[in-house]
């Protein structure tokens, strides 16, 4: 059965990746991917939440197999934002290249407050 939840979490997870990258990134023109980062600090956000409900026990196991295994684990991508931040600090683009990586874990801190202020 928990397989089963891990599967229609990333049916879910894929295709949102797909289609916001898609449709952030023909917005913007800049040397900062903007789809892979709006989709990896979501991403850190919802896992945040995810992980500060699961600790205090107001999200099951179910939930953190479907949410957080199958949609942000399809959603997000780490092979991806790992080389667009290499590439973007060796093309001398080192600031967005830290900005990146800042967002993306100031959007998981950002999500287990906002768990412990909910649940407490």
């Known amino acids: 059965m928990n397989w089963i939840l ?4 990333a049916m879910v997870g894929a295709p949102l990746r797909y289609l916001t990258d898609r449709a952030v990134q023909a917005r913007h023109d800049t040397v900062l991917p903007w789809g892979t980062f709006v989709v990896n600090v979501t991403g850190c956000l919802v896992l945040g939440a995810l992980s500060g409900a699961v600790t205090r026990g107001a999200a099951s ?22 080389y667009e931040t290499m590439r973007l600090a ?15 874990l100031g959007a998981a801190f950002t999500g287990a407050a906002l768990a412990q202020a909910v649940w407490g």
């Open 90 to 104: 060796e093309s001398g683009a080192r600031f967005f290249a830290i900005a990146n990586v800042v967002a993306g």
């Open 61 to 82: 196991h179910s939930v953190q197999l479907f949410v957080g295994t199958g949609l942000c684990g399809a959603l997000t991508t780490y092979s991806t934002f790992s």
């Open 6 to 9: 891990v599967i229609a979490g």
